[in-house]
């Protein structure tokens, strides 16, 4: 069955990349967090699989669903301690949230003989649509990030003191890197015409 094969696939990439974390990882205390998480996932993981179409199948795949969100809460303690490449995390949580809209799906059809392909179409399309979010967050170059850091580091500021700062880059390629800023949600646009200026999103401020 297709569906099976999937949640095979991905549940391996999602081991693989656990792996990789937990072990590139500086932090040891993180490091033997993830292993354990790790552990836990593949024991609930083979006791779902022995459960088959019986019985126990919705309780186990509930247990994934739960090892599954303890897993996205420590990447994303890792991701703001900035503990490894943000590139991996990213790609470990699309693979999570692939196997977790698996689990529903797989789930749902066996105790309810619900239709695959329309729960598939929907697990296909939000794929698609967090695929698109990390494929932006990560298209971010250095020069995006240095421009973040001078706005952040000035409160708030005007296109002039921008280009005063960055002059060595023309103009029209800075409007362009601060649109795609803001389209990304690492500044604030605040303002009409002239009296444009830029700003630090209010949870990034500390």
């Not at 179409?121 to 001078?150: G, M, V, Y």
């Not at 000035?154 to 003191?161: C, H, I, K, P, T």
Request: net charge positive; charged share 25%.
């Amino acid at each position: 069955m297709k569906s099976g094969d999937d949640l095979v696939k991905t549940f391996a990439n999602c081991f693989r990349l656990l792996a990789k974390i937990s072990m590139s990882i500086e932090d040891s205390f993180f490091g033997n967090l993830l292993q354990d998480c790790s552990q836990s996932l593949l024991t609930e993981y083979v006791k779902f699989l022995k459960a088959g179409n019986g019985a126990h199948v919705a309780q186990y795949g509930s247990a994934l669903i739960f090892q599954i969100g303890s897993i996205t809460g420590i990447l994303e303690i890792i991701k703001h301690l900035k503990l490894i490449d943000q590139i991996t995390p990213l790609l470990l949580e699309l693979e999570l949230l692939e196997l977790k809209l698996l689990l529903l799906n797989f789930r749902k059809t066996t105790s309810s003989g619900g239709d695959v392909n329309t729960n598939n179409d929907l697990a296909a399309n939000t794929k698609k649509k967090n695929i698109k979010k990390i494929t932006k967050s990560l298209e971010l170059s250095e020069l995006h990030k240095q421009i973040a850091d001078f706005i952040k580091s000035e409160n708030r500021s005007q296109n002039l003191e921008i280009f005063s700062k960055f002059d060595f880059i023309s103009r029209r390629t800075l409007k362009r890197k601060l649109s795609e800023l803001v389209g990304a949600g690492a500044i604030k646009r605040i303002g009409l015409g002239k009296k444009v200026f830029y700003t630090a999103p209010a949870d990034s401020i500390k």
